[in-house]
C-alpha cells in the first residue's frame, strides 16, 4: 500500500540551526502539507502546497518556515532559525484531491 | 478562529460495547468531515470521512453528520482493546485547499 514516508525520524538541533524535514508524498498525489503536533497538544496546519506554489499557510507558517517540492518526488520543510518552542512532531501529508489526507509518520524534532 | 471541539475523555467502554465520539465544529461553511485514529506516538491514521448529512457505513465504524447543528460523530460497534487510541476529529474548510482543523482529540479506552 502506498505510504507517506519522512526523514529523519526524530532529529536534535541547538536553538538557531536550520533544519530541513523530508517527505517523500504518495506518488500520484498532487497536493501536499505539513502539520505539526507539540506534544499533548492539536494537530496544527502549517502550509498547504499545490502545483508548485503555497495554496495556504497558517499564521505559524512565519518567514523563518519554507517549503519546497525540488523534485518530482521529495517535498521538503526547511526551518531557517529554530526555537526552543519549534520542538514537535512535525507531519507530512498528501492527498489526491482536497480530500482524504494521508499523513507519514513523523519527524520529531527537538530543539535545544 | 475556526474551531472543532472534541470531549478529551478519557471515553471508557467495556469490550464489546458501542463507543459513541462527539465533535462540534464552527465554521457553517466546512464541506468535509474526518475521523482519524492517533496511537500513541504514532501519526494520524484515517478510519473515515463523510461530506453529506445522515450517516455513513463503514464495517464497525459509522460516521453521523449533522450540518445543520454543526455535528459530526463516530460510532464504533463491538469495540475491541485495540480501539484504544486517541481519535481526532477533522473538518476542512470552505477554502478549498485540502487544509484540515483538528479537534484535540477523545482519548477511547476499551478495556476487556
Known amino acids: 500500500e502506498p505510504e507517506v514516508t519522512q526523514t529523519p525520524s526524530h532529529q536534535v538541533t541547538q536553538m538557531g540551526q536550520e533544519v530541513i524535514l523530508r517527505c517523500v508524498p504518495i506518488s500520484n498525489h498532487l497536493y501536499f502539507y505539513w502539520y505539526r503536533q507539540i506534544l499533548g497538544q492539536k494537530v496544527e496546519f502549517l502550509v498547504s502546497f499545490y502545483n508548485n506554489e503555497i495554496s495556504e499557510k497558517s499564521e505559524i507558517f512565519d518567514d523563518q518556515f519554507s517549503v519546497e517540492r525540488p523534485d518530482g518526488s521529495n517535498f521538503t520543510l526547511k526551518i531557517r532559525s529554530t526555537k526552543l518552542e519549534d520542538s514537535a512532531m512535525y507531519f507530512c501529508?498528501?492527498?489526491w484531491g482536497t480530500g482524504e489526507l494521508f499523513f507519514g509518520e513523523g519527524s520529531r524534532l527537538t530543539v535545544l | 478562529q475556526k474551531e472543532v471541539e472534541q470531549n478529551s475523555g478519557p471515553l471508557s467502554v467495556p469490550e464489546g460495547a458501542i463507543a459513541s465520539l462527539n465533535c462540534t465544529y464552527s465554521?457553517?461553511?466546512?464541506?468535509?468531515f474526518f475521523w482519524y485514529r492517533q496511537y500513541s506516538g504514532k501519526s494520524p491514521e484515517l478510519i473515515m470521512f463523510?461530506?453529506?448529512?445522515g450517516d455513513k457505513e463503514d464495517g464497525r465504524f459509522t460516521a453521523q453528520l449533522n450540518k445543520a447543528s454543526q455535528y459530526v460523530s463516530l460510532l464504533i460497534r463491538d469495540s475491541q482493546p485495540s480501539d484504544s487510541a486517541t481519535y481526532l476529529c477533522a473538518v476542512g474548510g470552505s477554502s478549498n485547499t485540502g487544509k484540515l482543523i483538528f479537534g484535540q482529540g477523545t482519548t477511547l479506552q476499551v478495556k476487556p
Open positions: 465554521d457553517r461553511g466546512s464541506q468535509s
Open positions: 463523510i461530506y453529506s448529512n
Open positions: 501529508a498528501s492527498s
